[in-house]
């Protein structure tokens, strides 16, 4: 048993070792989760990290159960997910450029909980570096001995790394002090956000294209 155990932690832990890495590594879900808390607060932005976690434990389903094999079959299939993904992020950029904070932040307070919830699933359902990520360097990682029961602790293991960190950036980001420091620079920082969210999306859809 002890045997067992041991391999078993060989194999996950380096998979667990890489999600973490990509998953600090700041990004688009970063920025949407990190512009909810400020703009509306801590309640909205946990569930926009709790919308990210989702996205997490469904690429992660498709790469543990053999989505992602279809995809590498299929090259056309990657290059059009990425290009979606890239102009939903596009567009995100660029409505935080151009939409007056006032405006945009009133929509996100005055909107439905589950917005918030909806905004952090798409973003990262649409984020191109999480299909590549899942689609290339996480499935590499999965042996196909892997048994089912080594899978199914990956994607908890996953799913509860994705959401533990997302909520930290949400409570981070919805304190007192970030908040007033919000409202002092909302313009500038909306604008800073927007442009990262448009930068991302460039860079993905060359990507794509090239």
Not at 71 to 93: D, E, F, K, N, S
Not at 146 to 160: D, G, K, N, Q
Not at 182 to 202: H, P, T
Request: aromatic content about 10%; charged content about 10%.
């Amino acid at each position: 048993m002890r045997a067992f155990d041991g391999a078993m932690v060989g194999r996950v832990l380096p998979i667990l070792a890489a999600y973490g890495a990509a998953a600090v590594t700041p990004g688009a879900n970063t920025v949407v989760v990190a512009r909810t808390s400020l703009a509306a607060g801590r309640l909205k932005g946990v569930l926009t990290a709790f919308g990210v976690a989702l996205g997490t434990a469904l690429y992660a389903s498709a790469s543990l159960f053999g989505l992602s094999a279809v995809i590498h079959q299929v090259p056309t299939a990657a290059r059009v997910l990425q290009l979606c993904g890239a102009m939903y992020l596009g567009w995100i950029g660029v409505r935080l450029i151009t939409v007056r904070p006032e405006l945009f932040g009133a929509r996100e307070v005055a909107g439905e909980p589950a917005r918030a919830f909806r905004r952090g699933l798409l973003t990262n359902l649409s984020n191109p570096h999480g299909i590549i990520f899942f689609v290339s360097i996480f499935s590499a990682m999965l042996s196909e001995s892997i048994p089912t029961r080594e899978r199914a602790v990956v994607l908890f293991a996953v799913s509860s790394m994705s959401v533990s960190w997302y909520s930290a950036v949400a409570v981070a980001f919805s304190s007192v002090r970030a908040q007033g420091l919000y409202q002092r620079g909302a313009r500038f920082l909306d604008i800073v956000a927007g442009a990262v969210m448009v930068w991302f999306a460039l860079r993905f859809a060359l990507s794509a294209i090239g």
